[in-house]
C-alpha cells in the first residue's frame, strides 16, 4: 500500500483507517491470488492497545462454551448466567486446563 496519508504516523502507531481491497495475483513460489489495500482514507491515530493473550482468549471461549451447552440456556437471557457460580468457577477451571495442556501439547511438537 502507498505510504501516502501516513506521513504524520510514526512506525509502532496505532492507526484507523478505510480503504479499498483488491486482489492481485502474487508470483514467486507459483502463482498465487492475494489482497491488498489501496486508496486510505480516515486515517486517524487511535489510542494504543494489548491484544489479549492466549490463555485470555481460551478463557473467552470456554465462557462461550460452558454458556452454549447449559442445561439452563434456554431459560437464560446470556447476560446473567444462572449457574451456580461455584460450578461454573470449577467448569472453567478444568476446562481451561484441559484445553491449555492440548494447545502446549500442540505447541511442543
Known sequence: MDKSGFEEHN???SVSFDAEV???VKTGNGKQIDYGLRNPT???K???YE???DDELIMQEVD???CETCFLSEQCNRYYCMMDP???RLRKQEMFRVIKAQTDKEEQK
Do not use: E, F, N, T
Open 11 to 13: 512506525v509502532g502507531d
Open 22 to 24: 483488491y486482489r492481485y
Open 64 to 66: 462461550q462454551i460452558i
Open 51 to 53: 491484544l489479549p493473550s
Open 42 to 44: 480516515g486515517i486517524q
Open 86 to 88: 461455584k460450578k461454573r
Open 46 to 48: 487511535i489510542k494504543a
